[in-house]
């Protein structure tokens, strides 16, 4: 009997511990909770069937893998965000987006020379690379963030970018439909 009330008394203070435990750990969610995605990745389906697709962390020995930086472009006299996402052996993306004032994809048309976007994706190591010519850009859940990179202060960009176009084949000039989504972690 003895025995019995112990382990009923135990289990009771650990139902209790429990309930504490889960009534302590709610709180109230952040208006704008940050992505909380582990990795940069990106999708990119290519006419004829073939897809590049794969991630890359976001995080390299807990120090944040910048991939995207905002930067003001003088001569188009708006923000790009540049991007570069590599996935050793596998492939490279990198793209520029003109950004309008409220961040989303634009182009612009000043003193005769027309500022775009441009993206141009590969596979790792090899001479076949397709560049935009005409390709739509738009993005979701944009944010900058303020971060030190090797001492000195940086913006870089979260979001997640979706694109559809006509890309031209670097080593045949042969023009392809593609499209996909990349998508690049908060810090």
Avoid at 73 to 80: K, S
Wanted: charged letters at 20%; proline letters at 3%; a negative charge.
């Amino acid at each position: 009997m003895n025995l019995l009330v112990k382990k009923t008394g135990l289990n009771f203070l650990l139902v209790i511990g429990m309930l504490i435990h889960v009534g302590c750990g709610s709180e109230e969610p952040d208006e704008n909770p940050l992505p909380t995605t582990s990795a940069h990745s990106y999708d990119i389906s290519i006419t004829g069937g073939e897809i590049l697709a794969g991630e890359v962390p976001k995080e390299n020995s807990g120090i944040y893998n910048a991939v995207s930086f905002v930067q003001y472009n003088d001569e188009a006299g708006q923000n790009t965000v540049n991007v570069m996402v590599q996935e050793t052996g596998k492939a490279q993306v990198v793209f520029g987006i003109l950004l309008d004032d409220n961040n989303k994809p634009t182009s612009v048309v000043k003193s005769g020379k027309e500022f775009t976007s441009v993206m141009n994706f590969g596979k790792w190591a090899e001479e076949l690379r397709y560049a935009s010519v005409e390709c739509t850009f738009t993005l979701e859940d944009y944010q900058e963030h303020d971060i030190t990179v090797f001492g000195d202060e940086a913006t870089v960009a979260s979001f997640t970018l979706n694109f559809d176009g006509v890309f031209e084949a670097s080593t045949t000039g042969e023009e392809v439909e593609a499209s996909g989504k990349i998508t690049i972690a908060a810090p």
